[in-house]
Nanobody, 123 residues
């Protein structure tokens, strides 16, 4: 049984930092694409970025490029989303998701999802 568990969300002031974790059981994160998405009430789900199978190449949405970093600790079977320079518009529920083989920016193509962790950024 595959399970993804996110943690690390919280409330910060603008300019602050947070690191979200996504710990997996039932699958090996280095063998799948791991993506982060976010969604706020009344808004469409937004792709934040992903880390590819194996070599760990990362890609990011323009809205977070240069501020967010995705990484992976294979020994802990955990992926991370490190967020710096947070802005109020980053306030959202953040989810990690996995997909076999190639990464994608559309959430419908992902197989497993975590329960989400809330990030709130105040001005």
């Amino acid at each position: 049984q595959v399970q993804l568990v996110e943690s690390g969300g919280g409330s910060v002031q603008a300019g602050g930092s947070l690191r979200l974790s996504c710990t997996a059981s039932g699958l090996t994160l280095s063998s799948v694409c791991v993506a982060w998405f976010r969604q706020s009430p009344g808004k469409q789900r937004e792709w934040v970025g992903n880390i590819h199978i194996g070599d760990g190449e990362t890609k990011y949405a323009d809205s977070v490029k240069g501020r967010f970093t995705i990484s992976r600790d294979d020994a802990k079977n955990t992926a991370y989303l490190s967020m710096t320079g947070l802005k109020p518009e980053d306030t959202s529920m953040y989810y990690c998701a996995t997909r076999d083989f190639n990464c994608h920016t559309v959430g419908d193509y992902f197989d497993y999802w975590g329960q989400g962790t809330q990030v709130s950024v105040s001005s």
